[in-house]
């Protein structure tokens, strides 16, 4: 079993920034993956960036360039540093960790970027 929480997200205007954290109860060593998933309103909810135990490194399209996804293996937190908000990624943004063949996820945080 895994456990996650999320905090750190907000109301911030377009252009500005934001940096998730993702807390889990279990040593991240021991996860498979661990990734972000926002959902819009009326959206399925899609997956924004992912870290691999190795290190590997995926990002979505739309957020190339913009975000980028860290790691504290000493906090056991993971991160998503988000730059250059646009009002495109309000969502709700959900942490998630893969571990032998399950996926768990956090409660998620609400992230509203104003124009």
């Given amino acids: 079993q895994v456990q996650l929480v999320e905090s750190g997200g907000g109301l911030v205007r377009a252009g500005g920034s934001l940096r998730l954290s993702c807390a889990a109860s279990v040593s991240i060593f021991s996860i498979d993956a661990m990734g972000w998933f926002r959902q819009a309103p009326g959206k399925q909810r899609a997956l924004v960036a992912a ?11 739309f957020v190339k360039g913009r975000f980028t996804i860290s790691r504290d293996f ?18 709700v943004y959900y942490c998630s960790a893969d571990n032998k063949s399950l996926r768990y996820w956090g409660q998620g945080t609400q992230v509203t970027v104003s124009s």
């Avoid at 870290?51 to 399209?61: E, K, L, M, R, W």
């Avoid at 988000?82 to 009002?87: A, E, G, T, W």
């Fill in 74 to 91: 000493a906090k056991n937190t993971v991160y998503l540093q988000m730059n250059s908000l646009k009002p495109a990624d309000t969502a």
């Fill in 51 to 61: 870290i691999t135990s190795g290190g590997s490194i995926n990002y979505a399209d």
